[in-house]
Each structure stands twice: as structure tokens, then as C-alpha cells.
């Protein structure tokens, strides 16, 4: 059934140039201030839920939580602070104990553990943006806000055109 | 036959129970769905029980219903009901008092109860838990009120947690462990340094090495705890934390295989048609060894539940097993995660240890170092999960060994050695 197909953040593998404006972006959305000047001196520090690895000196990639469909955090957790609530799996930091069994079974390695509020986070989409931050924030457009099938739809018709390109000439 | 849905009956209102039935409510909406409890609590997440002792949760806060996973309305809930018998031929079941129920598939989750040594003298007495129900957590908070020591038997996570729960109430609190270290189950003695230095800085009282022998009461209940080296220790209130028992007493084994637990297949059948079981009564399989395993794991009863009430919904879905050991938490100020193979004294396993006056590491690989196989992750847990990932798929290991060991693996490594990979 076509009714409007959740939005979800993919990673496009051959655009990150590794300059971690995702990573600034998303620290910057979840602080108290919400303005980069404040939140670089703010305490706790705010914490960023996207993380810019590098697999070879010419590869990175930003790396956040999939909010998986079939989530292991969201199942895992003893303390039921984990949920679906539309299409985005999130933490409830009032239920969550710090017992870090989600950060044991997420096999994207993406949640964090607040040391100073001893609570589990992770990405929660940017609830009060329509656009998530880290997106919004990437020069190269490696990251895009889509759903799934005008992102692969996307891909589609790029495949298209260039192969399209290579027979005419 | 018997109305219009399939009749579902599942023994056992807690994980495995309660993520079945969610798994059946998602796949069959007009199946009927009946669970039942011994227990007279509406179900809850059994782990937060310690927090009723220290009073930082009530038991209102933890109701399944309507929590992560667990929002399945319309189950038919019986509590107080324990059930009797399993006719496998007749596909039905009895519950005390008399009342039958016919099902086309049954699950059976009715979990563990703690298991209490009877070289103990004693244990009887008024004073004396095993915490494993809301029930017992209610007990043990009203007791505390009047305790000013409580001794521990065993040092396992469940009594560390109870511990931790009686000291913020103001309880000195004495673990009396027989092992030669706390944790012994999870971690070998060498390995577990910081996590003992954490709970003396918490103020918990350890006695390693030594086992109580009786419990010494008078009119009102405990008095003190007399150890096998003679000395005794004063206290209003004692704890056994010494492992659980499957609850599969009710079951006949002449219609279901027992092998302690209940035996299952890959799909979380029994040998009696349409019968299936899951959680702490269950024997499933370690994915790693392929040996059989039994564990009393929350996490891994939701897990092997919810693929349970897919099977029995007509979703054929493989469990794909579980560690014998699958771990983490935090006791006082240290976090841990230990999964997987980690005792391996004595054993041809390759290796790393990483050891620092705030962090541990311990990096088990198989004998020739193609294959994670376990670890241990004491102070720095950041990450865990890709440890877990790697032992369960069986990854070779060789393109990310060094980031396994110096614990700076990341999903790039993983999804580079996937894409690569033949």
C-alpha cells in the first residue's frame, strides 16, 4: 500500500568527505541552546548521535542509528523504555535504567551511553525539524532524507541516464 | 471447529509469554489469545523488581502493558492460574481448580524459580527471599524497613542488584560468595578486579570463598547467618541468589521431551504437535558451539518469545540461538559486557587482555584466531554490540582483528568486510 512511506536517512557511501558537519549539526540540535556559539561551553556537554567513521584513509562514513524494523534494542531493553513511536525507535530516558543491554545488541554500534545522566541515546530523527539536522548540515549530500522508494527510485534513474549516456557514445 | 480464530494458550505471562503473544497479536488479529499467570501481578519487567526495593520505581512503573515492545491489547489474561496438566492428545490443558482449555497452539513460558541449596539449614524461616517475584520485592522492601543488615547468599547479578537496592535503603549489606570472586559466572576471578573494587567503594561487604551452613532465627524471623568457617553474621534478613530452575515440573515427560528444560527445535517446537516453548524453561542451542544451552536471560526470553509466537502464528522463523552467557549492566560506578566464550583458563583459545587502572578488556578468539568468540568489556562498553554481531554471524575476522582487540571497531569495518567479502 502506497500510504505515504515513512521517511528514513540514508548514507550515499561515495560522498562523505569526512568533515563532520553532521557530527557539529546533531550535537547543536540536541543541546539546551541549540545555537553552536552556546553549546560548545554548555554542561553537560550536548552529545551528537551521528558518527563520522573511517574505514580507509579515502572512505568514511557517517554511521547513525537505522531505526531498524525489527530493533533489538527495542526488544532487549529489560526495561521497556525503548518504542516505536511512528516509524522512529527511541529511548524514553525517564524509564531507562542504564543497564546498556541495547548498546550490547545494537549491531551498528550506535548508541550512546550519557555518562552524566546515566541514560542510553541515540538519533531520534530530529523531532522538531522536517528535515533532520545532520542532513540539512552535509555539504556533499551524503546524507538524504527520503523514503525508500524515491531513494531508490533515485538511484534508478541515475543508473539509467548514465548507462543511457554510455550507449550513445 | 472451535470459532472462528485459532485458539492460542500460552503458559507464562512474563517475556517469553508476553512477546509471543504481542508476536501473535501482530500476525493473526482474529486469533484468540489466552495467557496465564501464577503469578497475581499483572505482568511487569521482572529485572526492575530490585527497584521496589530501593524505591525508586513503583510497581505501577513497571506494567509490561503499553511498554516498548508490549502494546498488544485484547489478551485474555488469567491470573492467579496455575496450570496442571498438558494433555498433548487431545490438545488441552488444565488449570488448578479444574477448568479446561482447548488450544491449536500452545506455548509454554513459564520461566525459572530461584533454586535454593539444601545443604543450607534454615531457609524456611520468616526473613528468608529468593527475589524473583513483585511478590518477593514487596516482602523484601517491608522487611528492610525494620533490617539494619541483610547477608546475600551467592554473588551472582541478581543479588548484586538486590544488594545495591538494600544499601540505598541503608541496609549494611554482606555478600557471602563461594566462588572465589563475585561474578564467576560471567567473568573469570583474574578479570573482575575492577568490578570488586567498585563494590567495596559502594560500600558492599564481600566474603569470598566461604558458604553459609544455617540460618539462625528466633520469634521474629532471621537473627544471623552461621558460615562454614564458623564465624557468624548478624543480620535481620538473608537473600539466596544461587541460580534458577526451569518450572517444567507440571509437564509429563512421557508426552514432552525434558532435558532439564523443555527440548525445542530450530522453530521453537516441542515434540508434541502444535506445542512450543520459550525463555527460561527452554533448552535452545548456542550458535557459536552448536552445544545445547539454558539460560534466565530477560533479553533472550523476549527474543526466543517473540519468534515463538511467529512460528505458532504461521510465520516459520528460524531462532538463531543464544550465548550462554549475554550480559551487561552496570554494578556501583562500572559498566560491563560479557558475552560469549570468557573463561578460558586452561583452554587453547587465543587471547588479548587489556588492563588499565579504569578499563578492561579480554578478547577471546578461537584456537586458531579466525573467529570472535567471546568478550568481556569492564569500564568501556562503547560499541558492544558489534562484538556480539561478529560471534553470532561467525565472521572471519582477520580484515578487523586489531580494531576487535583494541576495541576500535566501528560498522564501517564490518560493512567494508561484508560488501568485500566473497
Known amino acids: 500500500m502506497s500510504q505515504s512511506q515513512p521517511k528514513e536517512i540514508f548514507v550515499r557511501l561515495d560522498r562523505c568527505l569526512s568533515c563532520h558537519s553532521c557530527e557539529w549539526a546533531c550535537a547543536v540540535e540536541h543541546s539546551q541552546s541549540k545555537s553552536l556559539h552556546q553549546a560548545v561551553s554548555e554542561t553537560p556537554q550536548p552529545k551528537r548521535r551521528v558518527y563520522v567513521e573511517s574505514i580507509d584513509p579515502n572512505q568514511s562514513l557517517p554511521v547513525l542509528c537505522r531505526h531498524c524494523e525489527e530493533a533489538p534494542c527495542l526488544h532487549a531493553c529489560i526495561a521497556g523504555a525503548i518504542s516505536r513511536v511512528k516509524d522512529v525507535v527511541i529511548t524514553n530516558p525517564g524509564k531507562c535504567i542504564g543497564c546498556w543491554t541495547c548498546v550490547m545488541v545494537c549491531p551498528y554500534g550506535v548508541i550512546g551511553r550519557h555518562l552524566e545522566e546515566h541514560k542510553a541515546y541515540r538519533c531520534d530523527r530530529c523531532p522538531d525539524r522536517a528535515v533532520p539536522a545532520c542532513v540539512t548540515a552535509c555539504p556533499t549530500k551524503a546524507l538524504v532524507y527520503r523514503s525508500a522508494d524515491e531513494y531508490s527510485k533515485g538511484i534508478r534513474q541515475t543508473a539509467a541516464s548514465e548507462m543511457a549516456a554510455g550507449k550513445r557514445s | 471447529m472451535a470459532g472462528p480464530g485459532k485458539q492460542y494458550v500460552i503458559i507464562g505471562a512474563s517475556a517469553a509469554g508476553m512477546a509471543a503473544a504481542q508476536a501473535i497479536a501482530e500476525k493473526d488479529p482474529l486469533g484468540r489469545i489466552r495467557i ?138 554482606t555478600l557471602v560468595v563461594q566462588s572465589p570472586e563475585v561474578l564467576s559466572r560471567l567473568m573469570e576471578p583474574e578479570d573482575s578486579r575492577l568490578i570488586r573494587e567498585a ?59 525434558l532435558e532439564e528444560g523443555v527440548l525445542v527445535d530450530r522453530f521453537t517446537c516441542c515434540n508434541a504437535p502444535n506445542v512450543y516453548a520459550a525463555g527460561d524453561a527452554a533448552v535452545t542451542f548456542n550458535p557459536v558451539t552448536g552445544e545445547k544451552v539454558m539460560t534466565a536471560l530477560w533479553t533472550n526470553a523476549v527474543e526466543m518469545g517473540r519468534c515463538a509466537g511467529m512460528n505458532m502464528a504461521g510465520y516459520p522463523t528460524g531462532y538463531s540461538g543464544t550465548f550462554g552467557i549475554l550480559n551487561a549492566t552496570q554494578v556501583a560506578d562500572q559498566p560491563f559486557v560479557s558475552m560469549g566464550i570468557v573463561h578460558t583458563k586452561g583452554s587453547d583459545y587465543e587471547t588479548h587482555l587489556s588492563a588499565s587502572s579504569r578499563a578492561f578488556r579480554k578478547v577471546v578468539f578461537s584456537a586458531d584466531g579466525e573467529r570472535l568468540v567471546g568478550v568481556l568489556l569492564i569500564g568501556d562498553i562503547n560499541r558492544a554490540g558489534l562484538y556480539r554481531y561478529v560471534i553470532r554471524e561467525r565472521m572471519p575476522v582477520r580484515a578487523f582483528k586489531s580494531h576487535l582487540i583494541n576495541q576500535t571497531l566501528h560498522y564501517g569495518h564490518l560493512l567494508k568486510a561484508k560488501v568485500l567479502l566473497p
Open chain 2, 36 to 173: 496465564f499467570s501464577e503469578e497475581p501481578d499483572p505482568p511487569y519487567f521482572r529485572p526492575l523488581i530490585p527497584f521496589l526495593i530501593s524505591g525508586r520505581k513503583s510497581a505501577a512503573e513497571m506494567e509490561l502493558k503499553g511498554s516498548g515492545p508490549f502494546q498488544a491489547a485484547g489478551l485474555d489474561l488469567h491470573l492467579n492460574s496455575r496450570v496442571e496438566h498438558i494433555e498433548v492428545n487431545e490438545q488441552k490443558m488444565t488449570v488448578s481448580g479444574g477448568e479446561t482449555f482447548a488450544y491449536d497452539k500452545l506455548l509454554i513460558a513459564t520461566g525459572s524459580r530461584p533454586h535454593i541449596p539444601t545443604d543450607i539449614e534454615g531457609v524456611d524461616q520468616e526473613g528468608v527471599y529468593a527475589l524473583r517475584t513483585l511478590k518477593d520485592a514487596r516482602s523484601m522492601a517491608k522487611r528492610s524497613e525494620q533490617a539494619k543488615q541483610a547477608v546475600l547468599l551467592g554473588g551472582g547479578l541478581l543479588n548484586l542488584k538486590a544488594a545495591f537496592a538494600l544499601l540505598e535503603r541503608g541496609l549494611k549489606v
Open chain 2, 199 to 257: 563494590l567495596i567503594r559502594a560500600g558492599l561487604n564481600i566474603k569470598t570463598g566461604v558458604r553459609a551452613v544455617r540460618i539462625i532465627g528466633n520469634g521474629q524471623g532471621v537473627r544471623a547467618v552461621l558460615l562454614n568457617d564458623g564465624r557468624e553474621l548478624a543480620s535481620e534478613m538473608v537473600c539466596i541468589g544461587k541460580g534458577v530452575s526451569p518450572n517444567v515440573d507440571f509437564i509429563d515427560a512421557e508426552q514432552i521431551h
